[in-house]
């Protein structure tokens, strides 16, 4: 299936360091180059201003301080502190407090307990200004850790945070009801990362339906969920729905990714509907950008012809 083997292409991009050194050394340099298009910008002067925009076309944001993987515990210190800077930049600034992070980006890989510990800094600091904290989901290989210590954090009371399902895993009906029976908060997605067959559904079919059918118990089961897709047939079932099930639409939010169908996120919102951009700014965004060029080979096309304009 093509979209399955795009993803794979493109994840083994994502490791090669020359395409890496490259990418970074082009596509961030302008205020219009390539990697514009899905990221905010490299410093978070660049994210405020994204959201400042954002918020002024009647738009909700979260943030994702960009990195993931890293392989040392000064890194995940060093994320860290690079997020509780975020949490006293945004409380200045004064816009909306929602951010995006991922666990791997606090050293999951390095040392478990480190990086509850760095969560349980960044969600303390958060509740103080008001912030709520989403906790994205990676591959399947960390699926368990992720829930685990999204259920360790809530039963130490915090409340302030939620996490990502993916209609991808064959798991995620059962995760669902774990999460659910919390009480934590749910962003559904599809899933960004190349899974094998033992774990995820192959055919694009089986993943929307999968979708459509988790997104149906979170509108009725669950505590005010996200349904992050940029689908419209999913979007227009999910809409048909929730008319027929009579839930207001304050009850639920959409979410997209920032740069992607910004004509359906101001259709949404022109019809009533909240919708919140997911912001991804910071230096380490070649994942990221590579995830985004996977789920859709045509954004080559678009990264090739902005080179080309940019000469
Ligand atoms: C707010 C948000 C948060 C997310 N968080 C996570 C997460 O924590 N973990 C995770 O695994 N995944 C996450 N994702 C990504 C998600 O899993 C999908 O990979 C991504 O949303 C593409 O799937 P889709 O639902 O839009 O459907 P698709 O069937 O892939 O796409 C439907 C249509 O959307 C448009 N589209 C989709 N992707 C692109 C693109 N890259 N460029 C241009 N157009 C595009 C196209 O028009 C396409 O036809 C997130 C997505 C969103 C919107």
Redesign the pocket.
């Known amino acids: 299936m093509l ?1 399955v083997a795009s993803k794979a292409f493109f994840q083994t991009l994502s490791h090669s360091r020359t395409l890496k050194t490259l990418a970074s050394r082009y596509g961030m340099s302008g205020p219009r180059t390539f990697a514009r298009r ?1 990221i905010a910008g490299e410093r978070v002067e660049d994210a405020i201003a994204a959201v400042r925009g954002i918020e002024a076309q009647g738009l909700l944001h ?1 943030l994702d301080y960009l990195g993931e993987s890293v392989a040392s515990l000064a890194a995940a210190q060093a994320a860290t502190r690079e997020y509780l800077a975020l949490i006293e930049e945004v409380d200045r600034a004064g816009v909306e407090r929602n951010l ?1 992070i ?1 666990l791997t980006q606090l050293g999951l890989d390095v040392d478990r307990a480190i990086c509850v510990d760095n969560l349980r800094k960044i969600l303390a600091a958060g509740e103080r200004c008001g912030f709520f904290v ?6 399947s290989a960390y699926t368990q850790a992720t829930l685990d210590i999204l259920d360790t954090v809530w039963r130490h009371g915090s409340r302030n945070v939620g996490v ?1 399902l ?1 209609s ?1 895993l064959h798991r995620t009906e059962q995760d669902f009801d774990r999460i659910n029976a919390l009480g934590a908060r749910i ?1 559904l ?5 190349r899974e094998p067959t033992a774990v995820a559904y192959q055919q ?1 079919s089986d ?2 339906a999968a ?1 459509v059918r988790l997104a149906r118990r979170l509108l009725t089961e669950g505590h005010y969920p ?1 349904i ?5 047939r ?1 979007l227009d079932a999910v809409k048909r729905f929730a008319a027929e099930q009579h839930i207001p639409p304050d009850r639920y939010e959409f ?3 920032y ?3 910004r004509d359906l996120q101001s259709a949404l919102r022109d019809e009533g509907f909240r919708m ?3 912001v991804p700014f910071g230096r380490e965004w070649f994942p990221y950008f590579m ?6 080979p ?2 080559v096309g678009f990264v090739l012809r902005a080179l080309v304009a940019e000469r």
Do not use: P
């Open positions: 979209g899905f979260t995006s991922k989403r906790i994205d989901m990676e591959s990502v993916q991808c962003r997605v599809k899933g960004a990362y694009k993943v929307d979708y996200a992050a897709t940029h689908d419209e999913i979410q997209m990714l740069g992607i169908r919140r951009v997911y995830r985004r060029l996977g789920e859709r045509a954004n």
